[in-house]
């Protein structure tokens, strides 16, 4: 079965930090992931991605010193640690295998939305 659960988002000010975790089903084992996000009246974008075990990761340049992508591959969990949060950031994140192109997926979870305020 596939599936994502994406969770830890909330209200936060400017310059505070969160921390969301997805848990992926057992389909995702073995597989680079991702973190996207959507804000509204946007394109979904990527954010960060790091490889199976871990050793490459991947950032967006406006995250890029500001947030961490990690997994625990023994719980099948992603994390995405975000510090020095900005208004900019406030969207729906949401994780996933990287692929190629938008079209390339035919699955999302529900995703978990962040909302940073000034």
């Known amino acids: 079965q596939v599936q994502l659960v994406e969770s830890g988002g909330g209200s936060v000010q400017v310059g505070e930090s969160l921390r969301l975790s997805c848990e992926a089903s057992?389909?995702?084992?073995?597989?680079?992931m991702g973190w996207f996000r959507q804000a509204p009246g946007k394109e979904r974008e990527f954010v960060a991605a790091?490889?199976?075990?871990?050793?490459?990761?991947f950032y967006a340049d406006s995250v890029k010193g500001r947030f961490t992508i990690s997994r625990d591959n023994a719980k099948n969990t992603l994390y995405l640690q975000m510090d020095n949060l900005k208004p900019e950031d406030s969207a729906v994140y949401y994780c996933?295998?990287?692929?190629?192109?938008?079209?390339?997926?035919?699955?999302w979870g529900q995703g978990t939305q962040v909302t940073v305020s000034s």
């Open positions: 057992a389909t995702y084992r073995g597989l680079p």
């Open positions: 790091l490889s199976w075990t871990g050793g490459k990761t």
């Open positions: 996933n295998e990287p692929k190629a192109r938008p079209e390339d997926y035919a699955y």
